[in-house]
């Protein structure tokens, strides 16, 4: 099945302690991006890749980083979490193409991660 | 810069009524337009998408939506919900070069649908 897995599912933590949020999709796709989801804001985007060894920040890169050493793999990093980092957390990947073609393949969603920092 | 206007935060209907979602988008140069459904503890699925052509979309589960360049809206419509249509929608239009696929989200609109 093709999918995108987030992992995990909560996360409790307190300030400062670095802590990894995993994703993973199954489909090959080039393009993985990271967003976070608050009430009445929707979802910004934090960090993107366009393909292996290729990150770009998104809108709100602060305190976050990421890595992508491998096309399947995206994980999110927040080395020193901070209570304003409490949010809902959404991994996404789809393929490229040029043009309105990069639109053409839709984005795949994990399920998210619910992170609290205390 | 683009940028999008979900006009309402709740949208309550009774179930078999039709319901609109209303979306504006703003933006200086040629847009594509999406619109995503949130099921509850689910990530997003896509429900419909314009990039050209026909302005008005058909998508999954009987929804439609129209592209209005000159009002630069992108409404979601369904002419008879379902309780299970209950979820939270979210209109998004392309941002940044079209090289980096970027999507950038609407607030999200709330559909509850009664019985």
């Known amino acids: 099945e093709a999918q995108v897995t987030q992992n995990p599912r909560y996360l409790i933590t307190v300030t400062g302690k670095k802590l990894t949020v995993t994703c993973s999709q199954n489909m090959n796709h080039e393009y993985m991006s990271w967003y976070r989801q608050d009430p009445g804001l929707g979802l910004r985007q934090i960090y993107y890749?366009?393909?292996?060894?290729?990150?770009d920040k998104g809108d709100v890169p602060e305190g976050y980083k990421v890595s992508r050493k491998e096309k399947r793999n995206f994980p999110l990093i927040l080395e020193s979490p901070s209570p304003n980092q409490t949010s809902l957390y959404f991994c996404?990947?789809?393929?490229?193409?040029?043009?309105?073609?990069?639109?053409?393949?839709?984005?795949?969603f994990g399920n998210g991660t619910r992170l609290t920092v205390t | 810069a683009q940028s999008v206007t979900q006009l309402d935060s709740q949208v309550p209907v009774f179930e078999e009524a039709p319901v609109e979602l209303r979306c504006n988008y703003s933006s200086s140069v040629s847009v594509y337009l999406f619109w995503y459904v949130q099921y509850p503890n689910q990530g997003l699925q896509l429900l419909l998408k314009?990039?050209?052509?026909?302005?008005l979309v058909k998508g999954i589960n009987g929804f439609e939506a129209e592209f209005n360049k000159s009002q630069t809206s992108f409404h979601l419509r369904k002419p008879s919900v379902h309780i299970s249509d209950t979820a939270e929608y979210f209109c998004?239009?392309?941002?940044?070069?079209?090289?980096?696929?970027?999507?950038?989200f609407g607030q999200g609109t709330t559909l509850q649908v009664k019985p």
């Open positions: 314009y990039l050209s052509g026909s302005t």
């Open positions: 998004a239009v392309s941002g940044g070069s079209s090289n980096t696929g970027k999507l950038i």
């Open positions: 890749s366009m393909n292996v060894e290729v990150t």
């Open positions: 996404a990947s789809r393929s490229t193409g040029r043009g309105a073609g990069s639109y053409n393949s839709p984005l795949h």
